[in-house]
């Protein structure tokens, strides 16, 4: 280790140690002036600590920048297909009304943007989801009340004035139940219709990884057990719903859409008796006249 340590450091320490103020400055709020000393300037790579705050900080940095396009692949399936099959309104209503507390609550508690910013970018992305699902579910006037009621929470919980940090510290716990909660709805969507229809598995399994990840950097960088315990029984949820997706890889199409029965090819007209289509009726017709005039005996 300390060859390797030494080796680093002949190569590394003449471009680190000369590094523009904006990185190096950049550098320092991120890991702090002790570990970016210790790390970066110094490339001392045997300090434990800064080394696993430096991964904290780089996987929580790499967890906001993929959830810029997280639910990209749902927002395309919704627009392409035109179908909200498979997936769950109430899902998307619980976890966006979870994720706005949280992010009220880390930004007014001062804790690193690092920990919890994928929050906001994946908020936006379920309120565009949401709108779609109540769109292709015939319920579109509903899009603006729903739009409307998310506003007006947001206002309330980012000001000190509405709502204190006590009331807040409340809903913090309870959001983190009702983020667990909204993973519910779509395990019992996918189970009751048999398939996940235009659910994304992009989205699922990057959930699963990123539950995983924020276990990780929340335990280097925020002593906060409430956000602990909310990250783990995400992360449980989140297995469920990655094994339902391997479970129907194969079979996309809900139960409810594939017991529907065949539309018949003839038409009804009131009185319900079928009127056959020309072809059908051809057929028929010439199965039911027999001989044809020209080969019967004459008298």
Not at 139 to 163: C, D, E, H, Q, R
Not at 251 to 261: D, M, Q, R, T, V
Not at 272 to 277: D, E, L, R
Not at 283 to 290: I, M
Request: glycine content about 10%.
């Amino acid at each position: 280790m300390d060859a390797l340590e030494s080796n680093l450091q002949s190569i590394l320490t003449p471009v680190t140690q000369n590094l523009p103020k904006p990185i190096r400055d950049l550098g320092i709020s991120l890991l702090g002036n002790h570990c970016y000393k210790t790390l970066i300037y110094d490339v001392q790579i045997s300090d434990s600590s800064c080394l696993k705050l430096a991964i904290s900080k780089g996987l929580g940095i790499g967890i906001i920048g993929a959830s810029a396009t997280v639910k990209i692949p749902q927002l395309l399936k919704l627009i392409n297909s035109q179908s909200a099959a498979g997936i769950s309104f109430l899902s998307y209503l619980l976890e966006t009304a979870s994720y706005l507390v949280s992010l009220a609550y880390n930004a007014r508690q001062g804790f690193p943007f690092s920990t919890y910013g994928e929050t906001a970018l994946i908020a936006v992305q379920n309120v565009a989801i949401a709108v779609l699902v109540l769109q292709y579910s015939g319920k579109g006037p509903m899009a603006a009340v729903y739009i409307a009621g998310l506003a007006a929470a947001g206002y309330a919980l980012f000001s000190a004035n509405v709502i204190d940090m006590q009331t807040l510290g409340y809903l913090q716990a309870g959001a983190g139940a009702v983020g667990v909660a909204s993973k519910l709805p779509q395990i019992l969507t996918i189970w009751s219709e048999g398939g996940t229809g235009q659910l994304s598995a992009f989205a699922v399994f990057n959930y699963l990884v990123g539950s995983l990840t924020r276990i990780f950097t929340t335990l280097q960088e925020v002593d906060d057990k409430l956000i602990l315990y909310g990250f783990i029984s995400g992360f449980i949820l989140n297995a469920v719903l990655a094994t339902q997706m391997i479970y129907h890889w194969n079979s996309p199409a809900s139960s409810a859409s594939a017991s529907k029965p065949k539309k018949l090819t003839g038409k009804k007209h009131p009185g319900h008796t079928v009127v056959a289509s020309p072809a059908a009726a051809r057929s028929s017709g010439a199965e039911g006249k027999g001989k044809s005039p020209s080969t019967r005996r004459r008298g």
